[in-house]
């Protein structure tokens, strides 16, 4: 080798050994400066959370039980803040087990009646219970008793920036002492309990460096958190803070509900000799914080009860003091910049070698080598080192030596560092805004479900009336077939409205995309015959027509969710005459044709018109090719149409953009004040459910036609045809007279029932609350009770309670099923023992008019037998009191009806409705039908029967029903439905 090429070989080493020795420390220093100013706090945070998350889990602390307040004790004390007298109770059940000291971490600095009395001479007798104030921010006194005894420590928790709890007040000086104004030290409410625990021990704080303020205690030495420990930045460092070492989330004790405490449910070896935390972990307090285990990474971030943070101070240092547990330590300063400044020379090394080996551009091996040799060191020994560091109680910096390893080799790296951090700073302040709305939206949420309970509750009430002595009336001898058909369309129409109540309390569940199908065989002619009913009064108050196209191939049986499908042709219905002031309103239903996707229209194939030769060939030929409509439909799924066409004033193509979209009502449906706007809403959700989607198109000024599709399958004719209806008139004449008690507040709901029962031969008394129920059913033994769970005075869970309680001590309440009223051989009107004391027990069935009370478990808990939503129909209650009572009725046979077509005001009858004519009809020759069209006009049975005789055997159903009407006289009906088939009206 030339001396000149080893002099240039020198010089090239001597300026890259230069460059290294000038990037570290100014690339460490760089890092430094920016760990000065905060930048890499929140990364080196989320660090030291990870490691938090990543320890194997440590076994739960014995020394420590908490006693927890959630939302069901606040439900069983049924208010807040807890009352005086039962802390006080809760205190003495504590301590006769004997714990080590009790920390209250409640608020108790005012008074809560009842029993504040008793509250007091607790605190004066209880030497180791310790209350809590909060001296820090908004301050919050301690109870004055306690605060006299010096048996209070502060509740107060040091929150960083990012809104977690990783480090805790040990003691705080505070103002207000027992006698002056002096400062005070209060201690933190963990701390004081460990104290008093480690005293019992015989272990005391010892002074080890009263300057730095570092303190022994056992085996555990206590040094006090400084501003820029660690991981955090000039941060505030007031009061004797230390960085907490949690043990884990609050399943790291063991714990306790309040009302277990209370109901002495609790095994007192989990009390003696330990330390007890009475706190709050409902997240209706608002007593929760993050914690290094709230992870965001991933969920939604769950909070810690404060209790819980409490418990976990005290166990970090009867863990440091008795079994030597490690503190979380940290280097000194100095002591990290030389961390730092490593780490930047190991990159600026490497990064180094790397430019060296570019050179050698065929060594592909050892750039391999190096570079994985890099990720290996990134990755490996500074994360996995500082994790075992973490491991043995050290919180090493693991953001800053990766910044400067990554920097020393990238210039720019600080500058893409400090984007990064602003970018993670604004994600963070997204996140929290999102949280905040999140929170808003379920206040509004929840307000809304309160409202829609309340409107339920109050609803139902009227409407179990309305629909109960329709019933009753329906089954007076006396009323004309008029007014039959008059109570049955009420019945039906209140029927259809707690249908639309039930509709209204589902929104929530469309919103969330919960809503289920309920599919079911049912007669699609008898749903569109009943929808033609009840709209058809509205039609003629305003001089429109109400017209039904139904396709004859549309099928008579289907499978689907009848209900959500009579609802979507409701809310079109009901929007179309509303706003329709003249013309007509025509409801079409067709079939999809799978083929060409074309949809068949009722009254297409008829092109020829009445009379003409063409048009009988057309209608022939559509005869042979439609199937008969009455038999189910082809074992496959099926795409039916549904069209409602009105001539209203029309909606504009910008009101169209927002017309399925919540509580929004065009300016036409604004100026009629009726309607809240979510029928389309709810209509649009059901057609999609079933499988399709709405359509609209509308001319302002013309009109508007609204279309869906939905998906059936066949109808199972099993499933649809109905028994014969039975109406109890009275009970066998062996029966013994059944003693049966109404108790309700609402007046019409008692004369609801008692109307229905005592003709029947069932003796009945009332009571208006459950105060009066349980008096009656004291004096009068009734055999059943029907008790409404809403009740003044008293209502009727309680009464229900009350009652079981006294059969209990009378001693029937063991064993239920021994001493029911009934005529079974073990149930004979009661029981008697050897001493001949009865030991019947009172069958209780529960009444409710909340959509928010059917709660199985909490009525049955109560101790009803069983429960009824209201309103409830008459085959209910007759079946729950045979059910339980035994009874056998005698019954008086309705006229017999299946669920076919045909039209409402003809149950009674075998008339058949208009759309089974329009389909059977349409089907038949032209010729036929003029011919018959011309008979009906002139009254001409004679003839009217000679036509009939005419039909082939397929048709005996169309010569039945034409019959009927022959029979009934109804030459008028026949008249309409043939001239509604030739018009194609």
């Avoid at 060594?363 to 996995?384: E, K, M, N």
Wanted: glycine share 8%.
């Amino acid at each position: 080798m030339s001396p000149k090429s080893m002099w240039s070989k020198l010089s090239s080493g001597h300026r890259g050994w230069i460059a290294l020795l000038i990037t570290a420390p100014v690339v460490a220093g760089l890092v430094i400066g920016v760990k000065l100013t905060g930048l890499l706090q929140l990364l080196e945070w989320a660090t030291y959370d990870q490691f938090f998350r990543l320890r194997p889990t440590e076994p739960i602390d014995e020394r420590i039980l908490i006693v927890t307040v959630d939302e069901s004790d606040i439900n069983y004390l049924e208010k807040w803040p807890i009352p005086d007298a039962t802390l006080a109770r809760l205190i003495n059940i504590l301590n006769q087990h004997q714990p080590v000291a009790i920390g209250l971490d409640l608020y108790r600095d005012l008074p809560v009646e009842p029993g504040h009395q008793a509250w007091l001479e607790v605190m004066k007798s209880t030497p180791n219970l310790i209350g809590v104030e909060k001296a820090v921010g908004r301050k919050v006194a301690p109870p004055h008793t306690l605060n006299q005894m010096e048996q209070v420590a502060l509740t107060d928790l040091v929150v960083d920036a990012d809104g977690k709890v990783r480090r805790v007040l040990l003691s705080y000086r505070t103002l207000g002492g027992t006698n002056d104004d002096s400062p005070l030290l209060r201690f933190g409410l963990g701390s004081k309990l460990a104290l008093i625990y480690l005293e019992a021990k015989g272990i005391t704080l010892e002074s080890v460096d009263d300057h730095k303020k570092h303190y022994r205690l056992g085996k555990g030495i206590f040094t006090p958190f400084t501003g820029n420990d660690g991981g955090y930045v000039r941060t505030n460092s007031g009061g004797y803070q230390i960085l907490l070492n949690y043990r884990g989330q609050e399943d790291r004790f063991h714990t306790v509900t309040l009302t277990k405490v209370l109901e002495n449910q609790v095994d007192p070896q989990l009390i003696r000799d330990r330390l007890i935390f009475v706190g709050s972990i409902a997240a209706s307090l608002n007593d929760e914080f993050y914690t290094p285990y709230s992870s965001r990474l991933s969920t939604t971030p769950q909070p810690t009860p404060g209790v819980v943070i409490h418990a976990s101070l005290t166990s970090q240092m009867l863990s440091a003091a008795i079994d030597g547990r490690p503190l979380i330590r940290v280097w000194a300063e100095p002591w990290e910049w030389l961390w730092i400044l490593f780490w930047s020379g190991i990159g600026a090394t490497l990064h180094w070698g790397l430019l060296e080996i570019n050179h050698h551009r065929k060594q592909i091996a050892t750039r391999c080598t190096v570079g994985g040799l890099y990720i290996f060191l990134t990755g490996g020994v500074l994360v996995t080192g500082s994790y075992f560091a973490f491991l043995a109680g050290w919180w090493i910096p693991v953001i800053p030596p990766l910044v400067a390893l990554s920097g020393s080799a990238i210039a720019i790296t600080s500058y893409q560092i400090l984007k990064l951090q602003q970018q993670r700073t604004e994600l963070a302040h997204q996140k929290l805004t999102i949280e905040q709305e999140k929170i808003k939206a379920e206040a509004a949420s929840q307000a809304k479900s309160q409202l829609l309970a309340k409107m339920s509750h109050e609803l139902r009430t009227p409407l179990n009336a309305i629909l109960g002595f329709t019933q009753i009336m329906s089954h007076s001898s006396q009323l004309s077939i008029e007014h039959e058909q008059y109570l049955d369309i009420i019945n039906r129409s209140g029927e259809h409205l707690l249908e639309l109540i039930n509709d209204i309390l589902d929104l929530s569940k469309i919103e969330a995309g919960m809503m289920l199908l309920y599919e079911s065989s049912f007669d699609l002619y008898y749903l569109l015959d009943g929808l033609e009913e009840t709209f058809k009064f509205q039609a003629a108050y305003k001089d429109l027509q109400l017209i039904l196209h139904i396709a004859p191939d549309v099928p008579q049986y289907i499978t689907a969710d009848k209900k959500k499908l009579r609802v979507c042709l409701l809310n079109l219905l009901s929007n179309a005459i509303k706003f329709t002031q003249s013309g007509s309103v025509t409801l079409r239903v067709r079939l999809v044709n799978d083929e060409d996707g074309e949809m068949v229209r009722c009254g297409e194939k008829r092109a020829g018109g009445a009379g003409g030769a063409g048009g009988e060939e057309e209608t022939m030929k559509t005869k042979e090719t439609i199937p008969n409509s009455q038999f189910p439909i082809p074992n496959s799924q099926t795409t039916i149409h549904f069209e409602v066409e009105d001539t209203g004033c029309g909606i504009t193509p910008k009101e169209i953009d927002s017309l399925f979209k919540d509580f929004f009502q065009t300016q036409i449906g604004q100026q009629s004040t009726e309607g809240t706007g979510l029928g389309l809403t709810i209509t649009r959700s059901f057609a999609q459910l079933m499988g399709g989607e709405i359509t609209v198109t509308s001319v302002p000024g013309e009109g508007t036609i609204f279309g869906f599709e939905i998906k059936v399958m066949p109808g199972k004719i099993s499933e649809i045809i109905s028994q014969p209806q039975q109406r109890v008139i009275g009970l066998e004449s062996t029966q013994t007279r059944y003693r049966i008690l109404v108790a309700d507040d609402r007046e019409e709901n008692r004369t609801l029932l008692v109307k229905l029962l005592e003709p029947i031969g069932f003796e009945m008394r009332e009571a208006t609350n459950g105060k009066e129920a349980v008096a009656l059913w004291e004096t009068w033994q009734p055999h059943l009770i029907w008790m409404d769970t809403r009740m003044p005075v008293m209502d009727g869970l309680e009464a229900t309670r009350i009652i079981r309680s006294r059969e209990g001590s009378r001693g029937s309440w063991g064993d239920r099923d021994m001493g029911r009223w009934g005529d079974g051989e073990m149930g004979k009107h009661s029981q008697t023992t050897n001493n001949k004391q009865q030991t019947t027990i009172c069958i209780i069935i529960a009444l409710t008019a909340s959509a928010f009370e059917n709660k199985q478990e909490e009525i049955l808990a109560a101790g009803s037998d069983d429960f009824v939503i209201k309103p409830c129909t008459n085959k209910v209650i007759f079946k729950k009191i045979s059910q339980y009572l035994e009874v056998r009725y005698l019954y008086d046979n309705m006229s017999q009806f299946t669920t076919t077509s045909g039209k409402i005001d003809q149950i009674t009858s075998n008339l058949k409705g208009a759309s089974f004519f329009q389909k059977e009809l349409s089907a038949m020759p032209s010729i036929w039908l003029i011919d018959l069209h011309q008979a009906a006009l002139i009254l001409d049975e004679e003839l009217i029967l000679k036509l009939i005789e005419q039909l082939p055997e397929n048709k005996a159903p169309l010569a039945e029903a034409l019959i009927n009407l022959v029979n009934d006289f109804r030459f008028d009906l026949m008249y309409e439905y043939t001239q509604s088939v030739i018009t194609g009206v």
